[in-house]
């Protein structure tokens, strides 16, 4: 890059590929659009794009030499996503953490950043530096004098965001991202939204984002981009903050998972009307007819479901009335290859499960600095995410829960899933998943953690596994007060393991 300290060079020319670009140029067709809206006010594109400017100055100032790679971690959204964009203007790559210590530092250690820019102290041991710059300071550059706008040329190629690939495996992966791989997957994820919706009554002429997943993850993070695309606004609200903003500021989209939409339904208030115009992309391989009930009936008719990998992006989608199964994922988008093949990677006929595989323009080459963990996984040019589904000749997808969620108990093959789905039907169970855990001579025997409701009756659970599972061995039962999930959905059964296995040892002494 080339710059020196005190003078900024606006080159023309070159390559000017940044994720930023899409804020800047819809800030010079329509100035006036609202960019960002909260219950404190709204701000254009205009306003957004000179604020970019004047932190991307700032920061230029105080980081010499750049960084490669900064992690972002600011409780607001506001600040958070702008200090991302002045990030992206200068040419340094980034990620976004958490502002909870212990969760910082687990993404942390994964992501490893060269720098951590955070509005409060961060608590947290790591090689990585530690900029403070807090609210007062951010207010202050914001609202200073209009600075010349920056332009720097730099490689297309360059790593422009870093991620951390969640729900293929127990162990957490960095995933980097490269100028063209983000550009074509927010065009793409913003086209397929277009087309998704296409000819449905009430469709917005400009999206508004409630946006519920995590900036951290890649589809979260895409989700944001691909609305300012468009030309779209942005709500910028906390978590507690959901229902008010479904009902006031009136969002036209959310993409959610399955449990951020329980949540969400739990803390509505009765007398809250449906949305109109609200359309629900649910992130997830499974989306319960039970739960498509409760958010017709409270929320919006309009429903999909998306199948999306951090590793491999967008694999397939379908409108709920598209849905010919409850574990649907739905067709295969256009941009994918999809096989369905046995242990030795031999593709099995259309209508037989098998593991899944996948090739798309988003894939990525791989994890960083995990070669064991890259080989495992990528293959020939195949990503292997390690969900177990059936392809039918249409290209439509189902998915039958993870090829390591397959127990063998006693002789016999289980799908971890689909015990999950019957437990959690019952009266009295507000959640629940199974889980493995090894006895006294090693042998794996089924668990069950369950989250109880009020009307809770053991002997409903034993009669209903008994019937739709007469080979199951005997299952012992956990009692927790939540199951844990990934920003996927996928429940996290090595976590319930663990518990379990802290929990026996304290009763066996």
Same mark, same amino acid.
């Given at each position: ?8 060079f ?7 590929s940044?994720?930023?670009?899409f ?8 100035p ?8 404190d ?6 306003k ?17 030499p750049l960084?490669k ?9 506001h600040?958070h996503w702008?200090f991302?964009?002045?990030l992206s ?10 502002? $909870? ?5 687990r ?7 060269d ?6 102290f961060? !608590?947290? #041991? ?9 609210? #007062?300071w951010?207010?202050?550059?914001v !609202? ?11 490689p ?6 870093v991620?951390?690939a969640?729900?293929t ?34 469709a917005a002429?400009?999206?508004?984002l409630?946006p ?10 895409l989700?944001v981009?691909s ?5 779209g606004s ?7 903050q959901?229902?008010a ?10 993409i ?8 969400i ?12 115009g ?5 992130s ?7 739960l498509?009930?409760t ?12 199948y ?8 397939a989608g ?8 409850? !574990?649907?994922?739905?067709w ?10 046995? $242990?030795e990677d ?16 988003e ?8 070669e ?6 990528f ?8 969900d ?7 290209g ?5 829960g ?14 971890a899933?689909?015990?999950d ?7 009295g169970?507000? !959640? ?8 006294e ?10 989250v109880?409701d009020? $009307?809770f ?8 596994l #008994?019937? #739709? ?12 007060d939540?199951i ?6 996928r ?9 379990a296995?802290?929990q ?6």
């Amino acid at each position: 890059m080339k710059f020196q300290k005190g003078k900024f060079f606006l080159l023309y020319g070159g390559d000017f590929s940044m994720y930023d670009r899409f804020v800047e140029h819809v800030a010079r067709i329509a100035p006036g659009k609202e960019a960002m809206l909260s219950f404190d006010g709204s701000v254009t594109f205009a306003k957004m794009d000179a604020d970019i400017n004047r932190l991307a100055t700032a920061l230029l100032q105080k980081l010499n030499p750049l960084p490669k790679v900064v992690a972002v971690s600011y409780q607001q959204m506001h600040p958070h996503w702008m200090f991302l964009m002045a990030l992206s203007r200068i040419g340094v790559a980034t990620a976004s953490v958490g502002d $909870d210590s212990l969760i910082a530092a687990r993404e942390i250690a994964v992501l490893k950043p060269d720098l951590i820019i955070s509005d409060a102290f961060f !608590d947290v #041991e790591t090689e990585a530096k530690v900029l403070v710059l807090d609210l #007062e300071w951010y207010s202050q550059i914001v !609202d200073g004098a209009d600075v010349e706008p920056l332009r720097f040329a730099l490689p297309r190629d360059r790593v422009v965001r870093v991620a951390i690939a969640a729900g293929t495996s127990e162990k957490k992966h960095r995933v980097d991202f490269t100028a063209p791989m983000i550009e074509a997957a927010v065009i793409r994820h913003a086209h397929q939204e277009y087309i998704e919706w296409e000819g449905a009554e009430d469709a917005a002429q400009y999206h508004r984002l409630l946006p519920t997943l995590g900036t951290g993850s890649i589809h979260g993070f895409l989700s944001v981009l691909s609305i300012w695309y468009v030309c779209g606004s942005v709500i910028m609200a906390d978590r507690e903050q959901y229902p008010a903003a479904i009902a006031m500021l009136k969002p036209s989209i959310m993409i959610i998972s399955p449990s951020q939409l329980e949540d969400i339904l739990s803390h509505m208030p009765a007398d809250v009307p449906s949305v109109t115009g609200l359309r629900l992309v649910v992130s997830a391989g499974y989306f319960a007819s039970a739960l498509q009930e409760t958010v017709r009936r409270k929320l919006t008719q309009h429903m999909r479901v998306l199948y999306v990998t951090s590793e491999a992006g967008l694999i397939a989608g379908a409108r709920v009335e598209q849905m010919t199964h409850d !574990d649907m994922a739905g067709w295969l988008l256009p941009s994918v290859d999809l096989q369905i093949v046995d $242990d030795e990677d031999n593709e099995l006929p259309a209508g037989e499960i098998g593991n899944i595989r996948v090739k798309s323009a988003e894939l990525v080459n791989g994890f960083y600095e995990d070669e064991e963990a890259t080989n495992r996984q990528f293959k020939d040019g195949w990503f292997y995410p390690g969900d177990l589904g059936i392809l039918d000749i249409r290209g439509g997808l189902r998915i039958f829960g993870r090829a390591d969620e397959l127990y063998n108990f006693g002789g016999d093959k289980f799908y971890a899933h689909t015990i999950d789905r019957i437990v959690q039907s019952l009266p009295g169970v507000k !959640d629940a998943a199974l889980f493995a855990m090894p006895n006294e001579q090693g042998v794996p025997e089924p668990w069950l953690a369950i989250v109880k409701d009020v $009307d809770f009756n053991v002997e409903k659970v034993s009669e209903a596994l #008994e019937s #739709e599972f007469h080979n199951l061995p005997n299952v012992r039962a956990m009692w927790v007060d939540t199951i844990p999930r990934d920003v996927t959905d996928r429940v996290l059964r090595y976590q319930l393991s663990m518990a379990a296995t802290q929990q026996y040892a304290k009763m066996q002494k």
